[in-house]
């Protein structure tokens, strides 16, 4: 009996796995999480879904298109037209979905292109990482990447009423034949010392489902990398609050992106041998995970799901090309937020220094490919298996206010505590500097909110986390025993992501109501930039810096790194958090050392460039310091521009 059935694969499919799918991401963790969102699950009878498209006769024209669009791809390809499709072997992990297998040239096309898919149902848990806003409309995304041809027919079915999702746009990427992923500067992704590769967007792109809810999609097959078994990612935007941009032929929303569905799409073990045989997927140096070995594609399997595509060869063998085909079941009401890893604009790309996803700051496995071919690269930078990392990870999580005081830190929570702050720090040195600012909240843009503001002191070696959210504007216009208040801040080092969000904070409360003097902020990641040896073009975020740059020992960054983690595992919404846990009281432990690592390295990022200044970049670095502010400031302020990722003009 040949298994010939469409694959319907739920909203749930690779939700969850996309939470460590990629490299900096552990995929332990995800397990634990995929294996959590399955218990929810609810299955849908075959025929409720397959029964419903036959009768409205959208199966007749499934089975249409796909012979249709096999017949033009060969023609297109200078193929055989009557070429046979070779049988294949049964799949070790599940039945093939290779529509070849017992067929010939009088096999009916009813019998070759049927649906017969199962359908199950689940809400999303949450998006992954390595997603990219902005990138194309465009069916051919595959670029000048080499590679097995893959023509994939993707069609959306409503979970709620089994009929198609016409005119939705559907994201789809994945890494090239030696696993690595365009658009993303990331330890582990190729080379990450190429900055080249935020630019890059092979294997992405856009398209809008027609009538009958389909996408179609011209790339490669997707090679692999270490962890994680073969796959590819989609996304859906939802409807009705998707416009296209004309000017760089791309959707509107790049840096407020929604979606309606996200998932993985995977691929029987037999395809996936066959292609790793040809180059120049063979010369990929990296464990190939088979499907058998995938933590989650294993559960996926064990709830009944289905998340495999069916397929046919073009020629007689794969290196001809495949036409393979899909249906995914989606809840089309659904509207959630979306973080990327990184932005794609008219200017090229740039990273979210807000998204863990495609950072360093994770642990797990990464791929390691090369961009197009393999090539040494380095190691991830945090390592989440290492027991140390783990038992310090351990540790922070029992840390609260009130259970663990920390000398270390001071919470300013009431009027009284900013009064006593206010005459505490008045009395530091502003030359050279002795405060050091960061800022922490819930989307740190014009329109978003702050809640906390961390200030080092470096004469008392103190951390003083001041409650916004608490506090509000009170916090700026308590004043002390002799009338000064937090507003009269003396001259201080920030690192620019934050000091220019800073200035931005829709002028009110931090511009027009909290007077904020911004004038003497010293740029810290400019100091940086000035201070580089190498390529100028792109401004390091202060993750970056610190791990290169901070004088730490061994210890020092290990806790640095398991204080990070911890945090990003809580607030990170593509590891099933939420950035509200900044403004949840109290105050988690997790969140108190996140706030407190950053800032306490500060003073050493500044010491260590300041040493290296010279008379000509301090004055770049004042003027362009200044200018920045004066364009936080302004009403079209765009916290997440160009300007905070690309280097000021004439420096590079």
């Known amino acids: 009996m040949v298994h010939l059935a469409t694959t319907l694969i739920t909203a749930v499919v690779g939700v ?18 995929r294996a959590a969102a399955l218990k929810s699950i609810h299955a849908r009878g075959v025929s409720q879904c397959s029964s419903a498209l036959q009768a409205r006769g959208l199966e007749k024209s499934n089975i249409a298109r796909r012979e249709r669009t096999l017949q033009q791809l060969r023609q297109k390809r200078g193929l055989d037209a009557r070429a046979p499709l070779t049988a294949r072997d049964t799949s070790p992990l599940n039945e093939t979905h290779h529509s070849s297998m017992d067929v010939n040239l009088s096999t009916d096309p009813s019998v070759l292109f049927a649906s017969e898919g199962s359908c199950v149902l689940a809400a999303d848990v949450t998006q992954g990482p390595y997603y990219v806003t902005g990138e194309l409309i465009r069916s051919a995304i595959a670029e000048s990447q080499e590679g097995v041809p893959l023509y994939l027919d993707v069609q959306l079915i409503d979970s709620t009423t089994c009929k198609p999702v016409p005119e939705v746009y559907l994201d789809f990427w994945h890494c090239n034949a030696t696993g690595v992923y365009s658009g ?93 045989a040809t180059e120049p997927y063979a010369s990929n140096t990296q464990d190939l995970t088979v499907n058998a070995d995938d933590s989650i594609l294993s559960q996926e399997l064990e709830s009944d799901i289905d998340p495999f595509v069916e397929y046919v060869y073009l020629g007689k063998d794969v290196s001809d090309g495949i036409l393979a085909w899909v249906s995914v079941v989606m809840d089309a009401s659904e509207d959630s937020d979306v973080t990327p890893a990184a932005y794609y604009t008219e200017e090229g790309g740039f990273e979210n220094e807000s998204s863990s996803g495609g950072g360093s700051m994770g642990g797990g496995s990464a791929p ?41 830190y001071n919470l300013v929570s009431t009027n009284a505590d900013v009064a006593e702050l206010v005459e505490l720090l008045k009395k530091v040195p502003a030359d050279p500097p002795s405060l050091f600012i960061d800022l922490e909240g819930v989307d740190l843009s014009r329109h978003g909110t702050i809640s906390l503001l961390q200030i080092f002191a470096l004469p008392q070696k103190q951390t003083h986390l001041v409650d916004i959210h608490k506090l509000k504007e ?19 080092p920030f690192h620019q992501k934050k000091s220019s969000l800073m200035c931005a904070m829709t002028r009110t409360p931090f511009i027009a ?51 990070k983690q911890q945090g990003l595992d809580i607030f990170a919404p593509e590891r099933g958090g939420s950035y509200e846990v900044f403004n949840a009281r109290p105050l988690a432990g997790e969140i108190i050392q996140y706030c407190i690592e950053d800032v306490r390295l500060l003073p050493r990022l500044w010491e260590k460039y300041n040493q290296k200044l010279t008379s000509h970049w301090r004055r770049k670095i004042d003027v362009e310091g200044q200018n920045r502010v004066r364009e936080s400031q302004s009403s079209t302020f765009n916290g997440k521009g160009r300007h905070m990722t690309f280097a000021p003009k004439g420096w590079y």
């Not at 890059?200 to 389909?214: I, N, W, Y």
């Not at 930078?381 to 922070?396: F, G, K, V």
């Open 16 to 33: 969850a796995s996309l939470v460590s799918a990629h490299p900096g991401h552990n995929v332990k963790a995800e397990a634990a999480e």
């Open 184 to 276: 993303i500067i990331a330890s582990g992704n190729g080379n990450s010392d190429d900055a080249s590769n935020i630019d890059t967007t092979f294997l992405r792109g856009l398209q809008k489902t027609d009538s009958e809810g389909v996408a179609f999609f011209e790339s490669i097959f997707p090679g692999h990398y270490t962890s994680r078994a073969t796959h590819i990612h989609v996304l859906t935007h939802p409807i009705n609050e998707t416009t296209v941009n004309q000017n760089n032929n791309t959707i509107s929303g790049l840096y407020t992106s929604h979606t309606s569905h996200v998932g993985q799409i995977f691929f029987d073990q037999d395809l996936i041998s066959a292609v790793e």
């Open 368 to 408: 390691s490919g090369a961009m197009p071919t393999p090539i040494n690269t380095k190691p991830s930078s945090l390592e989440a298996e290492d027991p140390e990392i783990q038992a310090i990870s351990a540790s922070l999580k029992k840390a609260t206010i009130q259970e663990n005081p920390n000398p270390s």
């Open 474 to 492: 009170s916090a700026f216009t308590q004043a002390s025993v002799s009338g000064a208040t937090l507003k009269d801040i003396p001259r201080v």
């Open 513 to 563: 109501t909290f007077g904020i003097n911004l004038a003497g902020i010293q740029d810290l990641q400019l100091m940086e930039l000035a201070t580089r040896r190498y390529s100028k073009k792109r401004i390091h975020g202060l993750a970056k810096c610190i791990e290169n740059d901070a004088p730490m020992s061994t210890e020092e960054m290990q806790s640095w790194k398991a204080a």
